[in-house]
């Protein structure tokens, strides 16, 4: 998986992906745009239903957040630049991501890092989902390794 283009991956991933979310892709794909309500109405489901497929397509890279919308990405074939910034990997995280994952390797707790931080624990969670579908990681031991490969001298790590 490391070895492939960024390109690749997605189209890869989207292959993979549940039945319900190519079918999402495909509905937004040809609508042009993504609009949750009328995906989940053109596929006779409540947006409820929907839900998971919206957020593998996120996990994939075939949907991407554009400010408080998601908007498609080239039709599910590969990220979009909205920002100049990767859709995924180490390079798409933002600086708040960054100190988060920084302090979740060095191994603190969600509570402890909003505490450091001055931010919500709820905050300090979205971060950290965030950083964990950025890198298509699914724990803290994998975040950790990663942090460890990227950024050695992080205190509390060995270094």
Excluded: C
């Excluded at 892709?25 to 053109?42: I, N």
């Excluded at 708040?96 to 707790?109: F, K, M, S, V, Y």
């Excluded at 919500?120 to 971060?127: D, G, K, N, P």
Aim: proline share 3%; no cysteine; net charge positive.
């Amino acid at each position: 998986m490391w070895n492939e283009t960024l390109d690749q991956v997605p189209v890869r991933r989207l292959a993979a992906a549940r039945r319900q979310t190519r079918q999402l892709v495909e509905t937004a794909s040809v609508l042009g745009h993504f609009d949750v309500r009328y995906a989940a109405v053109m596929m006779r489901l409540t947006v409820a239903e929907l839900l998971p497929a919206v957020h593998e397509a996120l996990a994939i890279g075939a949907l991407v957040e554009d400010g408080r919308q998601l908007a498609l990405t080239d039709h599910g074939r590969h990220p979009a630049r909205l920002t100049g910034r990767p859709t995924f990997g180490w390079d798409s995280l933002t600086r708040a991501e960054l100190r988060i994952a920084r302090l979740a390797a060095e191994g603190l707790t969600n509570q402890q890092m909003a505490d450091r931080l001055a931010l919500s624990r709820h905050t300090v969670e979205s971060h950290v989902r965030h950083v964990f579908r950025k890198l298509d990681i699914r724990s803290r031991v994998e975040l950790t390794r990663l942090v460890m490969t990227h950024e050695p001298a992080v205190k509390g790590l060995g270094g």
